[in-house]
């Protein structure tokens, strides 16, 4: 393969308010993104499950293989958005998906008890000198993934909410404003109590994530509440 065909990647890796890289992926072997001792990007605080993704590079470009996504005993998807990706938001991979990237800029990120995001770019030029990532060959058995507690709705509440977002429930990208009246006819309940519970919701959703994890925005709850927990579908209207 000629040098100038090579789709060379610079990664950045987030988590919280921690940066690290940029680092230069390697083309000869798999890059695990993780808290084990053998990722090739690495970060060590104990909210990141130890194996998020590997990125394996091809002819092609590079493949983005999805783990298997469990942080006590919950899927943690992965978020991937970039201007090929015409999806609102990006796309949301399931456990073992694969995703081939595309020479350009990717945003990867997890929807877990810390902000974590990973950034890969085209490194413009050979003379940038940056440090490889690349796996060791060993792994580690250290101690479990702090996450956050699986969620737990009242009828009521798994009702109310379904009300609320049944827009997104149906596979629209946002909900028409105003959010509450609409939805309280459905509910069975007045706008001020849709949306007390609304509040009460996403301060449960909150609870044991990190400050800059907190979900604040009204379609982020929503797809956090059936695409991430899976508690309001279909099943639910």
């Keep these: 393969m000629e040098r100038d065909t090579i789709w060379r990647a610079a990664a950045t890796f987030l988590v919280g308010t921690k940066a690290s890289g940029p680092f230069e992926l390697d083309l000869d072997a798999p890059v695990t993104i993780g808290r084990s001792e053998r990722c090739g990007i690495r970060s060590t605080n104990e909210r990141v499950p130890r194996e998020l993704a590997t990125l394996r590079f091809t002819s092609e470009g590079w493949i ?21 990706i015409a999806t609102r938001g ?81 596979g629209a990208e946002r909900a028409p404003k105003p959010h509450y009246v609409a ?31 907190q979900i604040t925005d009204f379609e982020e709850l929503g797809y956090h509440l059936i695409d991430v927990e899976g508690v309001i579908g279909k099943d639910d209207l």
């Design 64 to 84: 983005l293989e999805n783990e298997r996504q469990t942080v006590k005993g919950r899927i943690a998807p992965m978020r991937v958005s970039s201007e090929f």
């Design 183 to 213: 939805a309280a006819v459905l509910a069975g309940c007045t706008a001020n109590q849709l949306k007390s519970t609304y509040q009460n919701v996403k301060r449960k959703v909150n609870v044991g994530r990190a400050a800059d994890a």
């Design 90 to 170: 990006g796309a949301l991979l399931a456990p073992r998906a694969k995703i081939l990237l595309q020479r350009g800029d990717w945003r990867i990120e997890w929807d877990l008890a810390v902000k974590i995001v990973l950034t890969i770019s085209p490194l413009q030029h050979d003379s940038v000198d940056y440090p490889t990532a690349r796996d060791k060959r060993y792994g580690d058995h250290g101690i479990g993934t702090l996450a956050p507690r699986r969620l737990w709705l009242t009828d009521k509440q798994t009702n109310r909410m379904a009300a609320l977002y049944e827009p997104l429930i149906r």
